[in-house]
């Protein structure tokens, strides 16, 4: 190898270095220019948490003796699993966008040529959706905690500990629905059938399944189990339907999070440019 070889490697390198946060950069960017993903995840968000309350505070005031107070951990407790089902589906909207943006946009061949990695390219992604998404979950999540202690009146507000645990279980909701999502859809390719399955199968089919006794140990590998296993108590109401342990809950949670991403990240970096 040459001096001449030697000095034009060097800014190729530094090149590497700089190339995953710019990677990142360019995945915010495309979700930001998605207007309908951006009001879509609104209306799904912050628009029915302040809509909720509004309309609680309103019922209060016009009959006090018949609507307790806007606020209180009660209220909390069901406004958070409102959100919690509105979370999955907020997740599965952004996972499948950001999984098959490029390929719809005909622009993965180009960004493949010029010499990006392909495995950066989907792991750029994880970052960039997860920052978008847990950003409006987290102000919509403040909106429900504030409305709630402030508008508590005479009733309990909800306790530090229960903001605490249901802003972790929410964003537990959003990352692992998304990382299903964006996973799956790299893998298949179509964002509305990844949709499609997904909803399906994340809140009609799952919920179904893990009522029935007989499927037994079969329901400790869903990912609804290990997620209502990490309920706070107070939003998960009547129990869970399956008794499972923390650990196995964490476990299952872990295998739900890699096994999508390993596939997902596979598919980009055979898929033929």
């Known amino acids: 190898m040459n001096t001449s070889t030697v000095t034009a ?3 190729r390198g530094r090149w590497n270095t ?36 509004v309309i609680l505070a309103i019922l209060h005031g016009v009959d006090p003796a018949k609507h307790g107070p806007a606020g209180s951990a009660h209220n909390f407790a ?4 409102f959100l919690g089902a509105l979370t999955i589906v907020a997740g599965i909207l952004v996972g499948a ?18 010499g990006r990695s392909r495995l950066a390219l989907f792991a750029a992604r994880v970052p960039a959706g997860l920052g978008v998404l847990l ?30 645990h249901s802003a972790g279980w929410l964003g537990l909701l959003a990352t692992v629905s998304f990382v299903i999502a ?11 059938t990844s949709i499609g399955i997904l909803l399906g199968w994340l809140l009609v089919a799952m919920p179904l399944l893990l ?9 400790e590998t869903m990912i609804g189990a290990a997620t209502e296993r990490l309920e706070p108590a107070a939003v998960l109401g009547d129990g869970a339907h399956v008794p499972m342990s923390l650990t196995a809950a964490v476990l299952v949670v872990a295998a739900w999070t890699i096994v999508p991403l390993a596939a997902g990240a596979w598919r980009t970096v055979t898929r033929d440019a």
């Open 9 to 11: 490697e060097l800014p």
């Open 18 to 53: 700089r190339r995953s946060p710019r990677l990142v950069r360019a995945e915010l960017l495309k979700v930001r220019k998605r207007r309908g993903l951006l009001a879509a995840i609104l209306a799904l968000t912050i628009l029915p948490m302040i809509v909720a309350y």
């Open 78 to 81: 069901d406004s958070l699993n």
């Open 97 to 114: 966008t950001l999984g098959t943006g490029d390929l719809g946009a005909g622009v993965f061949r180009e960004l493949v040529v010029t």
């Open 135 to 164: 950003l409006a979950f987290g102000i919509a999540f403040s909106v429900s905690a504030i409305a709630a202690t402030l508008l508590a009146g005479p009733l309990d507000p909800p306790s530090g500990r229960l903001l605490l």
């Open 182 to 192: 964006l996973g799956v859809s790299s893998l298949i390719s179509s964002r509305g």
């Open 211 to 219: 009522q029935i006794g007989s499927l037994g140990v079969f329901r």
